[in-house]
């Protein structure tokens, strides 16, 4: 990946999050009567002053890092000394404020409004911004066929790894779409393509055999390089529908299912049954305990992905034509909107129990310093000009804004998080605690994030995340 489009990607990404998680910050300020003496896009030294308006100056800096609120009384997170505060004063004075606040005269209630805003406003953006992307066109398979991947009963005519393209003579492109299709029929008439390319109608009476087969299976997302897996040839789309060793086989119809078989074979070789470009075969791995794991893996991502079943038959997607469709009904936009956002919160809360499983490895679920995000945001450019779309550039924005929210509200010192936990100690105690201890644990936090940033900034450059 280009090291200029890493950069651009940064900037176009994490800086405007930042500036409006600060607008967040601002526009509590205004509201609950904090003075703000400065409004920066950038961090200082100071370029420009833009304007001046309701006391608040709104300038332009050198360091083009996202922004900062600067609120009357306050430096950085802790009270000014009497200096700091005479010069507050003196620009109060010559800006002619009446009634000055600062930050630590403001109540309690107001001082957690003030700090959670900016995540608020971060939350926000992620959600407005997954409303807007199915106005930019959604992800839809609009041509490809299916493949029968299962067979419950003895159907001579038909065999795993067929191609279906029409039931009852019409074309169907998804698993979902061969369900709908044949659901109630007695009979189907299948156009089946062979694997010598010859193409021949099966008349199938669908039965109630295998009406109980669970109508998801085991997508691969990322395969780990130096991994078992990925030594075994897997690789990311494949679809795991069986797990067996010598004495067993389960049908893998989630990843739990896949996760538990693998545990139970500690350096013992498992063989996994893999669907791939309308090819069905078998890969053999062997799980271990590399990098210290508590279990065995073999290093993949995983979820659960949907497959078509109907009267005996099980079939996934193959050949499938993705183009992005636009919507244009709002109600849809934003039943989008709320489903993605609401998969967003259920990953994120089950994302510590999903890498103890090892449903997820470690290493994928690492937290990513700027020079990370600057990576995945620069291969997320590169897909999105690839598909000559913004959907995965905004979609990833979307993650980010929310990412953003989430770790500033984290009860760190120095973090916004950090902040509202002190005001609630002052809430349990009746008193603030003292400003100069406050600010002294505030320097702490922020040298120990500040440490933890450089270390993830260079394990991003050591072993960059790559996207599935």
Known sequence: MDFIIAVFAFFIVLIPLVIIHELGHLVAAKSVGITVLEFGIGIPPRAVKLFTRDGTEYTLNWIPLGGFVRPYGEDFMSPKDSEGLQEDLSEIEERGIENPKSVFEAGPLARIWFFAAGAIFNVITAFLLLFLLPFLGLPEIVDGNVAILNISGDVEELAVGDVITHVNGEKVITGAEFSDVAEGQSELVLTVQRDDGTTEDVLFTPTTEGDDVPNTRVLVLAVLE??????????????????????????????????NFTQKHDEVPMTLTVFRDGEIFDLEVVPNRDNSEDVPRIGI?????????????????????VEFVPVTDIGEAFDFAVDRFQFMVVETVTLPSRVIQGVIPASQARPVSPVGIGQIAG?????????????????????????????????IPALDGGRILFVLVELLRGKPLAPEREAIIHFIGFAFLFALIIVFAVWDIVDPIVLP
Do not use: C, H, M, Y
Request: charged share 20%; aromatic share 4%.
């Open 226 to 259: 130096d991994s078992p897996a990925k030594e075994a040839g897997l690789q990311p789309d494949d679809l795991i529908f069986e797990a067996s060793d010598a004495d067993t086989t389960v049908s893998t119809s989630t990843a739990d299912d896949l996760v």
């Open 301 to 321: 991502s995983i979820t659960d992905a949907e497959i078509g079943v109907t009267g005996g038959i099980s079939v996934a997607n193959n050949d499938s034509v």
């Open 379 to 411: 291969e997320t450019v590169e897909r999105s000009q690839e598909e000559n779309n913004p959907f995965p550039l905004i979609g990833f924005a979307a993650v980010i804004s929310f990412a953003l929210a989430l770790t500033n509200l984290l009860p």
